[in-house]
């Protein structure tokens, strides 16, 4: 089973920041329904790692979320994907109403966090490895993107901004050492949907202070 998820995973970077990719490519994911057993949740890339969190449905009818990551090669391209994380009998974050029971009104909701130690290849690493810290969001139906800023002491207002889009309603965000973000989810306001905006701070490991995102 992984196999396959792995491959998914690495076909999911591929599309959205491989080699020959302008930019993020930000193509909706479908419902786990029918004969689609496997949805790409969202992707982050940070420099040379890239990672991508999938939900999946078992044979036993329950859906799972799977955590995956990958290593950028010399020639651009990504190397085989390798399993970080997994858990089961979550609810189908696909579903808009399964999601809306989650959110209970809220513009986003921190689904859950974890932490890995990887090989970062950074010059502040020791041995060139680093606790990485993974968080998961569900948002609105209605949230468009993300707006994400670095917000550690002392940071200048206008620095290190990303505007990230989003796949589904599940946000995937990866932080090195010391990194501390402040998300906004964004809407348009359209006829007949209100502005949704909500805002959440995460951190990631203190065990040694991080470069600015990327």
């Not at 329904?33 to 991508?52: E, I, P, Q, S, Y």
Request: with cysteine.
């Amino acid at each position: 089973m992984h196999r396959n998820l792995a491959e998914a995973a690495r076909a999911a970077l591929t599309v959205a920041y491989g080699p020959d990719t302008d930019g993020r490519a930000a193509v909706p994911a479908p419902r786990l329904a029918g004969t689609v057993t496997t949805v790409v949740a969202d992707t982050c890339a940070r420099g040379g790692l890239g990672f991508v969190l999938l939900l999946h449905r078992r044979k036993d009818g329950l859906v799972a979320e799977e955590l995956f990551f990958s290593t950028r090669e010399a020639t651009g391209a990504w190397g085989a994907a390798e399993h970080l994380s997994g858990s089961g009998g979550i609810p189908d974050l696909t579903s808009p109403e399964e999601a809306a029971a989650v959110l209970r009104g809220r513009p986003v909701a921190v689904l859950g966090a974890s932490w890995t130690l990887l090989h970062t290849g950074r010059p502040q690493a020791d041995d060139g490895c680093e606790p990485m810290r993974f968080h998961v969001l569900l948002v609105d139906g209605n949230v468009g993107h993300l707006d994400i800023e670095d917000s550690p002491a002392g940071a200048s207002p206008a620095s290190h901004r990303l505007r990230k889009p989003l796949t589904s309603q599940v946000a995937l965000l990866a932080l090195f050492p010391g990194e501390c973000v402040t998300v906004r989810t964004r809407a348009e306001a359209v006829a007949g949907v209100r502005s949704m905006d909500g805002l959440v701070e995460l951190t990631g490991s203190e065990a040694v202070t991080g470069a600015p995102w990327a």
